[in-house]
């Protein structure tokens, strides 16, 4: 089924009978080509970029839970390429033009919105990183400017700027970054690959690897054993757990970060905003509510809620630069699984073992790297060559001690 101006119209004059589901409920095969582990928004535009750039068949899913149940639908929705690194900046930029034309490749709405990015700065030494970033970012194709506490106030007057133990003093704006409606991105890419023959089987759990003489063969999962030439792992935040099931210790931890959405508002906030004194992130959704979030909780867990000490801590962040937002109450919150690799950069690789590939280690950043993922691991898997943006992304890099370390601030996922 397609979505088109015309269908809506069709459907709103006979009565809106004609909606099919936006994916089909398959059931699982003995044996595909592909085997793509983990249905959120990596797994699943990794299973539509194999079948619709690298021309791949016989491609499954396989999903624990329900699609749009991980963080794909637990993000704050912010997309963006204000990256330093050139490792990173190509990669990301990439990804923000795939953003770009998401909604017409996969034709679903998925409420892409290039309202702007953008980071306060406080201090003269924070605005001299700035410049430095932004210049990279430039060099890179990326649209990047620098703004002065005028030029903030003149966007946001409401902020507080004077009155605040660190001042605002300007701010580094990427126009073209913004928001996206998460789980219509999974809703999107399990769409489009569903309409291209890709299997997408949901409460399917992967338990063990198949693997014998260096080699895996498939996977054992909670709906029988599925037979594949490759398999491709893209679980997030359970990473660590997966992998060991093939025997391997990855370098990442799972984490806890919550987000959070206040009670519906009045039109406030049209760009997001990131406070450069502390962490807080903030964008007003379409129903008016504030979304926002801040720091990890900081302790090891695979549990997808959080705890109260964090929440006191985002908040005092949003009140130091939005301090009339502690007038708002807050109406929901949850937490994620991230997947904290141990210099914040993600890893895209084949592993020691023949047939089994990973991708994961996507930090707090993932979701604005959902397109460029996708893209590079079906590039990966379908041709056992690295994607160009996505060459440095190895899972050596470790013991090479070539760490993409883009804040600089090492092995502390705490920091990232
Ligand atoms: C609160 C929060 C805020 C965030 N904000 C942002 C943001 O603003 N911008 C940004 O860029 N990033 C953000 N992120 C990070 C981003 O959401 C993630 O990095 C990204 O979504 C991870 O990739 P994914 O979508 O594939 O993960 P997921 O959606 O978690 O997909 C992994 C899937 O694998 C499945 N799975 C796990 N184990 C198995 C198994 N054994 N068998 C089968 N399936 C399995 C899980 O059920 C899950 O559905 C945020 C994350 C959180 C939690």
């Known amino acids: 089924m397609g979505y ?126 700035y410049i430095r970033r932004g210049n990279a970012m430039l060099l890179n194709g990326a649209d990047a400017q620098l703004l002065t506490a005028e030029g903030v106030r003149k966007m946001y007057p409401f902020l507080n700027f004077d009155d605040a133990r660190f001042p605002i003093r300007g701010g580094l704006l990427q126009p073209r970054g913004g928001t996206v409606r998460h789980d219509a991105v999974a809703w999107g890419y399990a769409h489009a690959a569903d309409k291209r023959g890709v299997d997408i089987i949901e409460n399917c759990e992967v338990t063990g690897f198949d693997i014998k003489e260096g080699r895996c063969h498939g996977v054992q999962t909670t709906r029988g054993r599925i037979g594949a030439k490759k398999v491709g792992v893209a679980v997030a935040g359970n990473s660590g757990r997966v992998m060991a099931m093939a025997g391997m210790r990855l370098p990442i931890e799972s984490h806890v970060l919550q987000a959070f959405v206040s009670e519906g508002l009045k039109p406030l906030l049209d760009g997001v905003i990131t406070y450069g004194a502390g962490h807080f992130y903030v964008s007003q959704s379409d129903k008016g509510g504030l979304v926002f979030g801040g720091d990890i909780d900081g302790y090891n867990s695979y549990a997808q809620r959080g705890n109260l000490p964090v929440v006191e801590d985002v908040c005092e962040g949003g009140m130091s630069v939005m301090p009339m937002i502690g007038k ?89």
């Open 4 to 129: 088109s101006a015309f269908r809506i119209l069709k459907e709103a004059i006979t009565g809106h009978k004609g909606w099919k589901p936006v994916w089909h409920k398959a059931e699982p095969l003995p044996e595909y080509d592909i085997v793509i582990v983990g249905g959120g928004g990596h797994g699943l535009a990794t299973a539509h970029y194999l079948a619709s750039k690298f021309d791949q068949k016989r491609i499954a899913v396989l999903e624990k839970g329900w699609i749009g149940g991980g963080n794909v639908g637990r993000n704050t929705t912010i997309i963006r390429s204000n990256y330093m690194l050139h490792e990173n900046e190509a990669f990301y930029e990439f990804s923000l033009k795939l953003w770009e034309g998401l909604e017409q490749d996969v034709n679903y709405n998925a409420m892409v919105s290039q309202r702007g990015v953008l980071n306060l700065y406080h201090t003269d030494p924070q605005r001299d990183a």
């Open 328 to 416: 708002a109450r807050m109406l929901r919150m949850w937490g994620g699984i991230m997947d904290m690799s141990m210099d914040g950069s993600p890893i895209i690789d084949k592993t020691h073992i023949d047939g089994l590939y990973f991708n994961g280690g996507w930090c707090y950043g993932g979701f604005k790297a959902t397109p460029a993922s996708g893209y590079s691991f079906a590039h990966l898997l379908a041709t056992d060559s690295y994607h160009e943006t996505a060459k440095a992304y190895r899972l050596d890099r470790f013991a090479r001690g070539y760490m993409i370390d883009e804040k600089g601030q090492g092995a502390q996922p705490n920091l990232h």
